[in-house]
Structure formats: structure tokens, C-alpha cells
């Protein structure tokens, strides 16, 4: 394991980006999010981001081709470049876990090669958790904050960055910035476990770190689909769709063409389940009432994904939905009200 | 970049409109080449767009056993669908797919007797079925049509009916119309009622598909003659932007209608929300 000082962290940003782009939390206006590192940019570590890390995945709008028309003619125009590798620093336990989830999705045939190309040229470096947010619920997903995964572990603890490659593309980033660092030894472990646990501590402390979620089994999917509670808990959703986009395994897109001056680009932009005209046809709609909205959006991470992915949630307890929500309804209260007994 | 992207599509050359009534013509489309697009089995979809207009799914309603071309009919009722009546012989649209799985022509259909239940436009999907059977006839056994749409000019592929399915041996077809029409001579009536009407052997498997209200009504007309849901197959549709599964809207339950159907039988069907 290799250490380098908090406050030598700039040099080690500017070095990785001297080479690739760097993407990692970054303060503008008071909201932190993922971002690319430029010179000056005020990198925030300690809090979570707002949107989650799937943009450098699965960009937010990207353009997938683009059409030339002339007379009845018409022209397509492969628009995808050559994707170059990247850095994508400061990803916490549960977003690394979404990874693994939209993997599910798009890396299942037929491959979705524009996912595909961003995932395999992006190294990503983690950071263990140390100050989890009271809208914390990862333990529930049997997610491990304090030791996340990833092509390179980071952790962050008495005023130093440590470091610890896991993969081939961890070892070769550590060999391009290994001057910067300094040999960790068996001191520096122990600060490390001792933060481990402490962080687990407050991990187990937090409101919804005990949802339990053994009550979503795909045996009882009608059951719960019927489940007359649907209708107060969704009765003042707005639709609003705020969940869905900061949600880090929303996966759902549109695809929609638009006409510029030099033809009509046809992109993919992330979509909500949560939005009427989400299902809508010329001949009527599949999910005309918010409630069946709302109850797709639950019902899809805890029952349809699992029942098609050997049980896998597709839910992270990230708490961004959480923190989001204008109505204060979440994730977490639609566990505890339909998910069983063992909620109460 | 030499990797097949499901989501990038080809250029289809429309070569022949045909109007079949008011509001819904059949599209002949092949490559530039003039070859036919893909291969497909019957009941299986692809996606149609017009650049700066629209992408949707349609059934291929041409016979997978036709290899020049595929053909589309399509009903007038939306934005795309409107350009696409609007268009003119030489214009090219694109073309993706084959998606979805198709009718079990060479499993469950085989040997057996077969009876089609079409409504309005619902003829689309089952007449690539209903082609196919009769051009690998010896495979299959009896086949009954029951079609019915609003009024005669509603009939879709009226000539093929009239002079091919009318005259194959072994074909009974029966039409029906929603309100009597004096040039009209056949039977008057909806499809449900006109099923128990004709009260069918219950030892064929049946293939339902319109609108979703008559195939409600139909298949409860079936089950009352005897039938059970596993020897009932539909085809369903709902909004579609991948078309494989990826894009997350045409769900029911744990099942995408994109990929895991649109053909399903009706006791699968029955252990899925109802929610389409």
C-alpha cells in the first residue's frame, strides 16, 4: 500500500491528467458532482455527490448517430469516436456496486457497444467511505463502504491518501504516479482498520441501515404488485423524476432524433419511469395512473431486476433519492411498508 | 468500430404501397441493393424510423419464407405513422431488427390444427404466421381464420384473403363486420360473439390477436368453448425504444415485451401483472 499527504493531492490530480482525463467530485456552486479535473477546481472529497458516477458510463445525452437526408434519400453517419482511456476517482462502495448492476444491462447480448467502450477505457479509482450521510443504507445490500473495490482502493485517513491497486489497469495508473507516493507500512494499517470501524459503527447506526429486503423475493411478485399500500404510498408522488436521475442503477433511456443544420442527430438521454408519456402510444398507455409509475420504478428494483439477476437488488442505498425528493418519499419507507414484518 | 450495434439501423428502400383501407397501407421494403433487410420468423417485430420523425416497432407482416422483401401494413394513428402514409414509392426509410421471439411455428405448431382470431389491424402479426403455414403446408394441419374489423373497407389484405386464403386447401375463413353494409353479405358482428357462434374443436391452438379489448373478450369466448390458455398464443405491443430490452419501458412484470415476447401464451401471460 502507498500513502501520499491531503495536501499533496493537487499534484497527484494534475499528474494523472497531464496524461488522461481525470474525472472526480468537483464543487461548482455549492453542489458537488462528477466532473472533469482542470486546474483550480475545488475537488471535494468528503461528501457525496449529487448525481451519481454512471455519466461517465452512461452519459446523461450522447449522440449515437447521425442522418444526412436529401430528397428521399437517406444517409447514416456513424458519429462514434475512438473512446480514450480515463480516470474516474472518488467512487464510493455503492455507486462501484451500480457498475456492476448497468453491466447486468448493457454488457448482456446484445452488447450496447457504446457503453461497453466508455466501461472498458475507464480505471476506477474508489475511496472507502470514512463520514457516511444519515441517508446512508448500503449495509442493507450487503455493500462493504468502508472496503470498495475497484482498479485502485483508496482510503483516507489522518491527513493522508493510501492506496492500493487491485487490477492490471490499477497497476499500470500506480506505475505512472508511484514518485508522488510513499510506502504505507503496518502504522498506517492499523489507522486504516481502526477507521474501518468506526465507520461501521455509524454505518450501523444510521435510520435505514436495518431495511429488510427479504420480503422481495420474485415468488411474490403479484403479491406485491397487488399490494394495497401502493396507493398511499405513491399518493403524492409528483412525477417529478428527481430519483431517477440522480439514482445510480436507473437505467432507463429514450431515444429521440433532433434536427440541426447539418442533418438530424439522433440521441440516447436518460428517461423516468416516473413520466407519463414514458409508456404512452398513438393507441393508449400502458401505466396511465402515477401510482403504476411509481410502483414500476419500486417494483423493477426490487423484484424484476432480482427476478432476472440471481437475486441481485438493483439498488444500492446510495440515499440520493432520499435526499432528493420533494414529498420525502423513498426507497427506503416502500421497504419498510411492503417488505414484511421485519420491518415493523 | 467495426462492432454490430444493435441500436444503429439500415436503409430501407420502400418499393411498393399498398392501401390496403382508409387508414392503413402495407410498406414493401428492401436494402438499396434490393436485397430483403434480414431474416425474421414469423411474429417477430423490427424498428421503423424516419430520421427527425420518429423510431417505433412494427410487425413484419410479410411471410419469413418471402426472401426478396419485408413488408409492413400499418395503421394511420400517430405522428411516425403519419409520415409513413404520406410516403411516396422510392423513399427510404431505416430498418432494425429482427426483435423478439417468434410464433413456435416448428415446436408447439407443429402437426397441429391451427385457428387465427384477427381484429382490425391485429391481422398484421398473423398473417406472416398464416403465410408461412401455407407455404410449409404439409407441417401443419386444418386451419380456421376468423377476422372481423369495423366495415368491409376495413378488412386488411382483402384480395389475398379473397383469392389466396379463400381457395387453399383446407382453409376455412371466416370474416365478419362490425355493422351490416349493403354491399356486404357475410356475417355481421363482433369477433367474440362470432367465435362461439362458430363453436371450434377445441383440439387446435389458437392465435388471438387485436386490439386489446377484443382479445380479452375473445379469449374468455374461448375458455367458454372449452379451451384452455395454454393452447391460446397472442402477441402484444407496447412503446418500444431499444427493442432489446435495455431501455426499460415495455416491461410487464419481470418480462419485456421487446425480448421475451411479443408472442406469449395466455397461461404465461396469466402469471404477469396486468399491466398492458
Redesign the interface.
Same mark, same amino acid.
Given at each position: 500500500m502507498l500513502k501520499i499527504e491531503l495536501n499533496k493531492l493537487n499534484d497527484l490530480f494534475a499528474k494523472i491528467s497531464s496524461s488522461t482525463d481525470l474525472i472526480l467530485p468537483v464543487t461548482v456552486a455549492g453542489e458537488t458532482n462528477f466532473a472533469k479535473y482542470e486546474d483550480g477546481a475545488e475537488v471535494n472529497l468528503s461528501v457525496q455527490t449529487v448525481k451519481s458516477a454512471k455519466d461517465s458510463f452512461f452519459p446523461q445525452a450522447e449522440d449515437?448517430?447521425k442522418?444526412k437526408?436529401e430528397g428521399?434519400?437517406?444517409?447514416?453517419i456513424?458519429v462514434?469516436e475512438?473512446v480514450e482511456s480515463f480516470v474516474l476517482f472518488g467512487v464510493r462502495a455503492c455507486d462501484y456496486r451500480s457498475f456492476e448492476i448497468l453491466d447486468r444491462?448493457?454488457l448482456v447480448d446484445?452488447?450496447?457497444?457504446?457503453y461497453?467502450a466508455k466501461r472498458e477505457k475507464g480505471v476506477i479509482v474508489t475511496l472507502a467511505c470514512s463520514r457516511p450521510e444519515e441517508s446512508c443504507f448500503c449495509s442493507a445490500f450487503g455493500i462493504d463502504a468502508t472496503n470498495p473495490l475497484g482498479d485502485v482502493t483508496t482510503y483516507i485517513a489522518d491527513g493522508f491518501l493510501y492506496w492500493n491497486a487491485n487490477t492490471d489497469k490499477g497497476n499500470a495508473l500506480t506505475d505512472a504516479v508511484k514518485d508522488l507516493f510513499a510506502q504505507a507500512d503496518s502504522n498506517d494499517e492499523a489507522k486504516i482498520d481502526e477507521q474501518k470501524k468506526n465507520t461501521k459503527e455509524i454505518l450501523s447506526k444510521l435510520p435505514y441501515a436495518n431495511v429488510d429486503l427479504s420480503g422481495f423475493t420474485?415468488d411474490k411478485?403479484?403479491e406485491l404488485?397487488?399490494d394495497a399500500k401502493w396507493e398511499e404510498l405513491s399518493e403524492a408522488c409528483l412525477g417529478c423524476g428527481s430519483c431517477t436521475f440522480v439514482c445510480p442503477t436507473c437505467?432507463?433511456?429514450?431515444?429521440k432524433?433532433f434536427?440541426t443544420n447539418d442533418?438530424?442527430k439522433?440521441f440516447?438521454c436518460w428517461?423516468s419511469?416516473m413520466y407519463a408519456d414514458?409508456?404512452?402510444?398513438?393507441?393508449?398507455n400502458?401505466?396511465n395512473f402515477q401510482l403504476?409509475r411509481f410502483r414500476?420504478r419500486f417494483?423493477?428494483k426490487l423484484?424484476?431486476?432480482p427476478?432476472?439477476n440471481e437475486g441481485i437488488y438493483s439498488c444500492v442505498g446510495c440515499g440520493r433519492c432520499v435526499k432528493k425528493c420533494p414529498i420525502s418519499m423513498n426507497i427506503a419507507k416502500v421497504i419498510k411498508t411492503i417488505g414484511g414484518k421485519n420491518n415493523d | 468500430?467495426t462492432?454490430?450495434?444493435?441500436?444503429?439501423?439500415?436503409?430501407g428502400v420502400v418499393t411498393d404501397i399498398r392501401k390496403d383501407t382508409p387508414d392503413v397501407k402495407t410498406f414493401r421494403v428492401v436494402t438499396r441493393e434490393g436485397q430483403k433487410p434480414f431474416i425474421h420468423k414469423p411474429g417477430q417485430c423490427a424498428m421503423v424510423s424516419i =430520421?427527425?420523425?420518429?423510431?417505433a416497432m412494427f410487425s413484419i407482416t410479410s411471410s419469413p419464407t418471402n426472401k426478396e422483401f419485408l413488408e409492413f401494413s400499418i395503421k394511420k394513428?400517430?405522428?411516425l405513422?403519419t409520415w409513413l402514409h404520406a410516403m411516396?414509392v422510392?423513399?427510404?426509410?431505416?430498418v432494425r431488427g429482427p426483435y423478439g421471439n417468434p410464433f413456435p411455428v416448428e415446436t408447439e405448431f407443429k402437426g397441429k390444427d391451427m385457428l387465427f382470431i384477427a381484429g382490425g389491424i391485429g391481422l398484421a402479426p398473423l398473417r406472416s404466421v398464416i403465410n408461412y403455414i401455407r407455404d410449409n403446408r404439409a407441417n401443419y394441419g386444418k386451419v380456421d381464420i376468423v377476422y372481423g374489423s369495423r366495415s368491409m373497407d376495413d378488412l386488411v389484405d382483402f384480395n389475398e384473403i379473397k383469392t389466396e386464403w379463400m381457395n387453399e386447401p383446407d382453409f376455412n375463413v371466416h370474416l365478419t363486420i362490425d355493422r351490416p353494409q349493403p354491399e356486404w353479405d357475410g356475417h355481421v358482428g363482433f369477433v367474440p360473439a362470432f367465435v362461439e357462434e362458430l363453436g371450434f374443436d377445441t383440439n387446435k391452438t389458437a392465435v388471438l390477436c387485436g386490439? =386489446?379489448i377484443m382479445i380479452k373478450f375473445t379469449l374468455a369466448s374461448l375458455i367458454k368453448l372449452g379451451f384452455d390458455k395454454t393452447q391460446v398464443y397472442t402477441t402484444l405491443?407496447?412503446?418500444m425504444?431499444?427493442g432489446?430490452g435495455?431501455?426499460?419501458?415495455?416491461?410487464?412484470?419481470?418480462k419485456y415485451v421487446c425480448k421475451d415476447g411479443p408472442v406469449f401464451r395466455c397461461d404465461q401471460l396469466d402469471?404477469?401483472?396486468n399491466?398492458?
Open positions: 449515437l448517430m442522418f437526408t428521399k434519400k437517406i444517409d447514416i456513424d462514434r475512438k444491462v448493457f446484445p452488447i450496447d457497444t457504446y461497453k420474485p411478485l403479484n404488485f397487488n437505467q432507463c433511456y429514450d431515444i432524433d434536427k442533418g438530424v439522433r440516447r428517461d419511469c414514458f409508456t404512452k402510444m398513438a393507441h393508449g400502458s401505466r403504476q414500476q417494483m423493477h423484484v424484476y431486476y427476478s432476472n | 468500430m462492432d454490430f450495434e444493435t441500436l444503429i439501423p439500415v436503409i =430520421p427527425g420523425v420518429g423510431e394513428c400517430g405522428c405513422t411516396e422510392g423513399q427510404e426509410v431505416t386490439p =386489446p405491443e407496447l412503446r425504444k431499444c432489446v435495455k431501455c426499460g419501458r415495455c416491461n410487464v412484470g419481470d402469471e404477469l401483472p399491466e398492458y
